[in-house]
Each structure stands twice: as C-alpha cells, then as structure tokens.
C-alpha cells in the first residue's frame, strides 16, 4: 500500500545515523520494512529502511546515510512529505520465538530489532555489537533486563565482536541482524548448538514487492527474495548457504 505520509521527526542521532519518525496508521509486524521515496524525483529508486519502532499512529526508522538516496532522506523536516510503501515483507513469526530469546544485532542491524525486543519484553536478552560509537542503547534497556554491548575496539561495553559473548546454551532461540560475516557466524554455530534461528538479511532492493528480483539469495530450498520471502529466514533456510 502507498501512502503520503508526514514526517513528525527526522533527527541525526550520531555521525550519519538518523531517526525518521512518519505518520502511519496501520498493522506492522517487527522485521518488517518500508520503500520509502521523496515527493521531488530527486531519485529514483525508493529506498528499504526497516521498522525500529511503532508508537502512536507513527512508524520509526533508524538509518544511516550512505548514498544518494537515504543522504537526501536525512535532509528532510518536521512537516515534510514523503511516500511510504509498505510494510512489506514477512517480519519475525512470533509465535516460534518462545522461551528464552537471544536477539543480537550488528551496526545499524539493530534497526529493526528493537520493535522486535518490546515485542518479546522481558524474554529477550540483547547483544548490540558496534565498531566503535554505540547509539540507541537505552532504548534496548527499556524492553530488556539484560543488554550487552560490544564494541571492536573496546571504546564501550566488551571488546571483541558480539558473537564472542553469546552463551547459546542458555537461549531457546537466537535472531539477529547485522552484517553478513556475523549472521553466518551465528547461524553456525546455532546449528552446532541444535538451537533455532532466525536472521534478517539486508540487501539492495529496486523494488520491494518481488518483481525485479534484484535482492535474490540462494537458499536451502532455491532462490528466495528477500524482499518478498524475507528479510527474515530461518537458520534452516541458510544453514551451509
């Protein structure tokens, strides 16, 4: 469903990480996502963000600013309009994740997981992991009584990579987001430990809705697109991938 919607907030929250808050009224699930494109064609392709937070008749994105597009979305205001399509995709079933859940994410990875986390209150225990600056870590602490931080270079919180400080033993479940090195790390070793697991994957996209087939990925079963059959998988989809 397209949609013009008004922006109520679009503030950079570090470096070039920005939050964009839009009016929105409708049903999303957590790890789904939005096209989002501006009114003046001042590119071409809509743009993939995925959902941080629902609140109030608004949807929330946290992004970082890299290209043309999402550089252009980080100059809009309070009051602008912008065009939402969406939401699309299968986001998180909630209904497997039950028992002690692991949600880890990398980088900006940690979007679309803290919808995710207030979903799952207080049976999720986070791992953020971050190069350096950590960002929005206080948002996490509201859902879960447990956030652990990690930081490369140990500027923050542990040192070392996230992945280091999983006990999985101790979860009945384990989903995640962030780079593609550290969701392969983990759906392996979910395996070794014959624990479930599902990942979000990022990929480029043209369209959003399974037409072009540009975000294609070879799974288990075949191609998939992430767009359409995803952003999430299960680690039985990837495992050996």
Do not use: W
């Amino acid at each position: 469903m397209i949609t013009i919607s008004r922006i109520a907030e679009n503030k950079r929250v570090i470096k070039n990480i920005f939050r964009l808050s839009a009016e929105f009224a409708g049903n999303i699930r957590p790890g789904q996502f939005f096209m989002i494109k501006t009114l003046d064609n001042s590119f071409l392709l809509p743009r993939p963000l995925s959902v941080n937070q629902v609140t109030d008749n608004k949807v929330t994105f946290l992004y970082r600013a890299e290209g043309i597009g999402t550089t252009k979305i980080s100059t809009m205001k309070m009051g602008d309009d912008l065009q939402l399509l969406g939401p699309l995709g299968n986001g998180f079933d909630m209904d497997k994740l039950r028992g002690r859940i692991a949600v880890v994410g990398g980088g900006i990875g940690i979007a679309p997981l803290l919808y995710l986390t207030e979903c799952l209150g207080k049976k999720a225990e986070v791992f953020l992991g971050f190069k350096d600056c950590v960002y929005t870590v206080d948002e996490f602490e509201n859902y879960s009584d447990r956030v652990l931080i990690v930081t490369e270079d140990g500027s923050s919180g542990e040192k070392g990579y996230v992945t280091d400080y999983i006990d999985y033993r101790s979860y009945d479940a384990v989903v995640a987001c962030g780079p593609e090195i550290m969701l392969n790390k983990i759906v392996k070793d979910c395996k070794e430990n014959n624990i479930k697991c599902y990942v979000s994957l990022e990929r480029r996209m043209a369209c959003g809705i399974g037409v072009c087939l540009g975000c294609t990925v070879m799974t288990n079963y075949g191609s998939r697109r992430v767009c359409k059959d995803g952003p999430v998988f299960s680690g039985e989809e990837l495992f050996g991938r």
